[in-house]
């Protein structure tokens, strides 16, 4: 998930909605890795089955987005 976040994050969320951003930089800046914990520092707080179905979505937002690297030409 932080790699994916991180590639997303780096490109500045291409088409992605600000609740899911939220939940992005959430996911970036808690280290817990209890998505439990991480619903509920929200307000209000977000059940941990939505949580982790957002956090897929993201992951495959940034799967199916081909971003070039920016340490390389490619």
């Known amino acids: 998930q932080r790699l994916s976040i991180e590639k997303l994050k780096e490109n500045g969320y291409p088409g992605i909605s ?3 951003i939220a939940i992005a ?3 970036l800046t808690n280290e817990t890795p209890s998505l439990e914990a991480l619903g509920k520092s929200f307000d209000p ?3 941990k089955a939505t949580l982790y179905r957002k956090l897929k979505k993201i992951v495959e937002i940034a799967e199916n987005n081909h971003f070039k690297d920016k340490d390389t030409d490619q």
Do not use: K, N, S, V
Request: overall charge negative; cysteine-free.
């Open 25 to 27: 930089e959430a996911r």
């Open 45 to 47: 707080p977000i059940p």
């Open 18 to 20: 600000d609740d899911l």
